[in-house]
């Protein structure tokens, strides 16, 4: 299970920090990714890291404002969001698949960033 938390109202510029609480999974060998769907858009990858290595991967969008990173003693995933702009603006999803899967099978509930120009 997935808990994702820390969505909020922020203006243009600001940062968030968001959190994902992972419970009942063996997180070794997981991908954990964060993923966002803004209205009347698809759902878009924004990161994930390699829960083993810590390995990232960002999107081209977010990449030098966004950091994912792990705690490993709270089972728990973040991304901090820096320089926030309002096509940010998103409901924010965390997920996991094991490395042995294709497709991310365990969703938490989506937390919404709304950022203010």
């Known amino acids: 299970q997935l808990q994702a938390s820390g969505g909020g109202l922020v203006q243009s510029g600001g940062s968030l920090r968001l959190s994902c609480a992972a419970s009942?999974?063996?997180?070794?060998?997981?991908?954990l990714g964060w993923f966002r769907q803004a209205p009347g858009k698809e759902r878009e990858t924004v990161a994930r890291?390699?829960?083993?290595?810590?390995?990232?991967y960002y999107t081209d969008s977010v990449r030098g404002r966004f950091t994912i990173s792990r705690d490993t003693a709270k089972a728990t995933v973040y991304l901090q969001m820096n320089n926030l702009l309002p096509e940010d603006t998103a409901v924010y999803y965390c997920?996991?698949?094991?490395?042995?899967?294709?497709?991310?099978?365990?969703w938490g509930k989506g937390t919404l960033v709304t950022v203010s120009s």
């Open positions: 009942g999974l063996t997180l070794n060998a997981y991908f």
């Open positions: 890291i390699y829960w083993t290595t810590g390995n990232t």
């Open positions: 997920a996991a698949r094991h490395i042995s899967e294709t497709n991310y099978n365990s």
